[in-house]
């Protein structure tokens, strides 16, 4: 069993339709991370969480420790959030190394 | 800033080639990595550096070595490739340990 775990894998949704991608985890964390890769390659982070809900225009993500459970919510979708959104997450004891989740890949259709 | 640059974008090695991928941050990160992306496997990461003259081995660490001479540079070496080192490859640096981590563009390597 992965460590860290995402669901959907894959997601297409309508244009202004809201999204939730689900990360879940089965180690102990000290900070879990959401990035956005673009079709292009590039990677960039998202949001870093420890607790609660971080919000970023109309990204919202929210992590619940005892749950080992994090989800990214996009409102009002769009084809330019097409892209593959990865959740990663650092050990309580290994803060140099991240453990990445397989990625969800999403399309949004205009 | 130009951020995290990693050169080459793309290369063709045949078996047994070695070469090295370079990394650069301007940013005065202490904390640099190398990962590599295959399909289906998400990110893993290959070795990384938590200050200069300081690194260690990540998850798939054969087969590649680091240096860390600098603070700003983080090359990745690859002593004899294989056709399975094809790949895409990130380095990514962060100023705080487990902190938020800024990406170079990727190199594409593909072993023949």
């Known amino acids: 069993k992965n460590e860290v775990e995402q669901s959907p894998q894959n997601l297409t949704a309508q244009e202004g339709e809201f999204i939730t991608i689900n990360c879940s985890y089965s180690?102990?964390?000290?900070?879990l991370h959401w990035l956005q890769q673009h079709p292009g390659g590039g990677i960039v982070s998202l949001f870093m969480l420890s607790s609660g809900k971080k919000k970023h225009g109309r990204l919202i993500a929210t992590i619940n420790i005892q749950e080992k459970h994090s989800s990214l919510h996009i409102t009002a979708s769009h084809p330019r959030d097409s892209a593959v959104y990865i959740c990663?997450?650092?050990?309580?004891?290994?803060?140099?190394?991240?453990?990445f989740g397989p990625g969800t890949s999403l399309s949004v259709i205009p | 800033n130009a951020g995290v640059t990693q050169t080459p974008k793309f290369q063709v090695l045949k078996t047994g080639q070695s070469m090295t991928l370079q990394c650069a941050q301007d940013m005065n990160h202490e904390y640099m990595s190398w990962y590599r992306q295959d399909p289906g496997m998400g990110l893993r990461l290959i070795h990384y550096?938590?200050?200069?003259?300081?690194?260690d081995q990540g998850e798939v660490p054969n087969g590649y070595n680091v240096s860390r001479s600098t603070t700003e540079d983080f090359p990745l070496r690859l002593l004899s490739a294989a056709p399975s080192q094809t790949s895409v490859y990130f380095c990514?640096?962060?100023?705080?340990?487990?902190?938020?981590?800024?990406f170079g563009a990727g190199t594409r390597l593909s072993v023949l």
């Open positions: 550096s938590v200050g200069a003259g300081i690194t």
């Open positions: 180690v102990g964390i000290s900070a």
């Open positions: 990663a997450v650092i050990g309580e004891t290994s803060y140099d190394k991240v453990i």
């Open positions: 990514a640096s962060s100023r705080l340990r487990g902190g938020i981590q800024y």
